[in-house]
């Protein structure tokens, strides 16, 4: 269990982790998603040891990690969401330089080396300059990288950015068979859908804080049901608003065109009964249903910017 308590980090004054708690159990591929500036990489940075928090703990089962720097670093391997430049450095000497971090000889970093290039696809590129690697195979070589010293915790920040949608589906693959191998696989993504394909929980980050956290099923239900309902009408689109409007549930209306986007607070069933109301009073609808997987909405409501009212974007 990785367990985070009250992790808090300014930058020059500016709040970038806000009393940050969060629990994965271990075994876990966890998806960690928030928009730019969140505080992920912050967080992960952290996690890692890579820079210090302000305040707050981490602890792995009962290691208090600040206190065990040398412990932190056997348990958690890391992916940095950005490469440096290593001028003229091949791929193989890359990852016996890591390895020698890690305290690791040159002949066992070889061997642990071309079975990691095996797992991630780039067997063969051992005498290859890393600088003329694409993009792609750089973040490859990365996460082989990451796993040299074969860490319990991998933490990975936007791994799959940049990615083809067949390396994607790639490195999706990956990261389950670490799942299986028993790692506790942390990764950040600005885009929930794709983490909800593969991750098992997910934790919600917004302005350094987490704002939702559960089950990949509870989180999606959650940010779906906060998504508007979008209801495109061919007739009547007076006596759809009418009706809108008398609805409890409907906390904000917006028109566009012919579309209407409803706040609503109902479950399906609500969902569904109110599309029978609208039907039976004669509106022709064309189309009717939330949008899927948008966490936009999610973040407005979680973070109150969101005015309360009504609102018509044109005249009805
Ligand atoms: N080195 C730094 N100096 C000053 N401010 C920083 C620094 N690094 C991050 N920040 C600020 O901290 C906040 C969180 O940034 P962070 O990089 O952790 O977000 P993120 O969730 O990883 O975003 P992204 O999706 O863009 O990668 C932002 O407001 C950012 O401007
Ligand atoms: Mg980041």
């Known amino acids: 269990m990785l367990k985070i308590k009250d992790l808090c980090k300014q930058y020059s004054g500016r709040q970038a982790l806000d009393s940050l708690n969060l629990e994965i159990p271990t075994g876990e591929l966890f998806g960690f998603v928030g928009p730019n500036g969140a ?24 290691i208090k990690l600040f206190e065990d720097y040398n412990r932190l670093k056997e348990l958690i391997g890391y992916m940095p969401d950005f490469f440096g430049v290593y001028d003229n450095l091949k791929v193989m000497e890359y990852l016996e330089f890591y390895g020698s971090a890690y305290g690791i000889d040159t002949r066992s970093a070889q061997k642990i080396g071309r079975e990691l290039l095996g797992m991630v696809g780039l067997d063969g590129r051992e005498d290859q300059a890393v600088d003329s690697l694409s993009r792609g195979m750089k973040q490859r070589l990365c996460l082989a990288r990451a796993m040299i010293h074969d860490p319990q915790y991998l933490i990975l920040d936007e791994p799959a950015s940049g990615l083809d949608p067949r390396s994607r589906h790639e490195f999706k693959e990956i990261l389950k068979n670490l799942q299986a191998l028993g790692k506790t696989v942390i990764i950040s993504s600005h885009i929930l859908m794709e983490l909800a394909e593969i991750c098992s929980s997910i934790g919600v980050i917004e302005h350094g804080k987490i704002i939702l956290q559960g089950s990949i099923e509870d989180i999606l239900s959650a940010v779906d049901s906060s998504n508007p309902l979008m209801i495109q009408v061919y007739a009547h689109l007076d006596r759809a608003v009418g009706i809108l409007k ?10 566009q065109g012919s579309h209407i986007l409803a706040y609503f607070e109902g479950g399906r069933e609500e969902e569904a009964r109110l599309l029978k ?24 409501k979680i973070t109150g910017s969101e005015e309360a009212g009504y609102e018509a974007e044109s005249s009805i």
């Not at 008398?246 to 028109?255: F, I, P």
């Not at 004669?282 to 966490?295: M, P, W």
């Open 39 to 62: 505080g992920k990489t912050t967080a992960m940075k952290i996690m890692a040891g890579l820079l210090r928090a302000d305040s707050g703990e981490i602890y792995i089962d009962d």
């Open 246 to 255: 008398e609805e409890q549930a409907v906390s904000r209306l917006t028109v």
């Open 277 to 300: 109301r609208l039907v039976d009073q004669g509106v022709l609808v064309q189309s009717y249903g939330r949008e899927k997987g948008s966490l936009e909405s999610l973040f407005l």
